[in-house]
């Protein structure tokens, strides 16, 4: 699956606030998700592997020698919700747009674009047995499974506000738009306020993400769902999910995971999924 035609939108980055772009253009089968920093001498390209990612603390980053590209997860979940496998991303600027800290401005972006599909489907990767990864109190599970769906379960005992949440989703891009795609990224003000007295979050605001203080939400228009924040927990995973680089046959089970213990599970999703194709 890719796109019909070109589409383009502008914004700004969270980390940096410098102004940026992206352009998403079809591309033939077996392409993959490849992003090109139009900006830079030569244009390098980085595709969405796992190979190339280094992680920041509060987003997932793409490198490709001198070249790297940050925020990648909300628009890599909007392709992962959509089902596309196959755009090239052409990027003016180090990060993707923030827009409103959602992937719903993505999905309109692609839905603008139009879809084609291909004659030959990607195959998904499916796992025979369960494969899992665990740290500390974080934990993920994936087991065999038609279909993709995910069960995440938040835990923030320091909010009174977020407490524990619960969500399962079983992916289709009617399901994503209506229960994922609008849920933004959120952040306790405790967190925060250090990156900002910083100036390591010059983009951020209550325009482009849920802010929690104590038991409220500081944000004029609250939250779009009261479980919003486990629900965009459930859209990070699935774009970190889209670097393994094929759809996934799985359910996959969640406990407290953030973007760095997401993509060490996904590489270890990787190497089970090598061995088991060598004893096969």
Known sequence: MTLRNPVTLRGAGLFTGAPSA???LPAPANTG????RVDL?????????????RETPRCTRLVRGEASVQLVEHLLSAFHGCGLQNVRVEVEGPEIPVGDGSAQEFVRLIEEAG???????????RIEHPIYWSEGNVHLIALPAD?????????YPQSSLLGSQFYSFALTPESYKAELSSCRTFSLYEEIAPLIEKGLLKGGGLENGLVIQGNQILNPDG????????RHKVLDLLGDL???????NAHILSVRSGHASNIAFAKTILKALNIQREHS
Not at 42 to 48: L, T
């Open 223 to 230: 939250a779009r769902f009261p479980d919003e924040m486990v």
């Open 147 to 155: 279909g993709l769906r995910i069960s995440y379960t938040l835990h």
């Open 22 to 24: 992206i352009r998403l």
């Open 41 to 53: 001498p030569g244009k390098p390209e980085i595709p969405a592997i796992l190979e190339f990612v």
């Open 33 to 36: 998700i490849v992003f090109q």
């Open 115 to 125: 879809l084609q599909q291909f004659e030959i489907s990607q195959p998904a990767l």
């Open 242 to 248: 889209a670097l393994l680089g094929a759809p996934l």
